[in-house]
């Protein structure tokens, strides 16, 4: 796969993308459950829409990257570099985002935290404002969801 390409509702289930350069690429909409996308240069791509339950996104640089009412749950985003990225009504249910750096993104507006790991995650100035979390969430040692503007629901 190269650059720039547009792979919008397509079926990459399961596919090995690791490694590769697909930065501005368009995923909106593809289903890509388990796909590894790990250590991937995903800067500016969108997935809106997409499905990207299991996948892998592991020490990813998805810088400025999209996923706007995308399906990532149990995703995995250790270590990932998510500066800026719009996670506005994402369901990120039980997703690994520890070590993340999720600095100036958008993980408000409706998005789904329940069961997340965020421990050591930078969350330094993320807009989190009406993310939802439970009592499995796990967040970073001393930040407080409530002065977050973050919503409680099980």
Do not use: W
């Amino acid at each position: 796969m190269s650059e720039k390409q547009n792979y919008a509702g397509m079926n990459l289930a399961f596919q090995s993308l690791a490694g590769q350069n697909l930065t501005m690429c368009n995923f909106e909409d593809a289903q890509m459950e388990g796909a590894d996308l790990s250590g991937a240069i995903l800067e500016g791509a969108t997935f809106d829409g997409a499905v990207l339950d299991n996948v892998n996104f592991s020490k990813a640089d998805l810088y400025m990257a999209s996923f706007f009412s995308a399906s990532l749950k149990r995703a995995n985003f250790f270590e990932a570099d998510m500066l800026g990225v719009d996670l506005g009504a994402a369901n990120l249910v039980g997703a690994n985002l520890s070590r993340a750096d999720l600095s100036k993104s958008n993980i408000g507006t409706r998005s789904r935290l329940q069961g997340a790991d965020l421990r050591e995650a930078n969350l330094s100035d993320a807009n989190l404002r009406e993310a939802e979390y439970d009592g499995r969430t796990k967040f970073p040692d001393g930040f407080d969801p409530s002065i977050n503007h973050m919503i409680f629901a099980s």
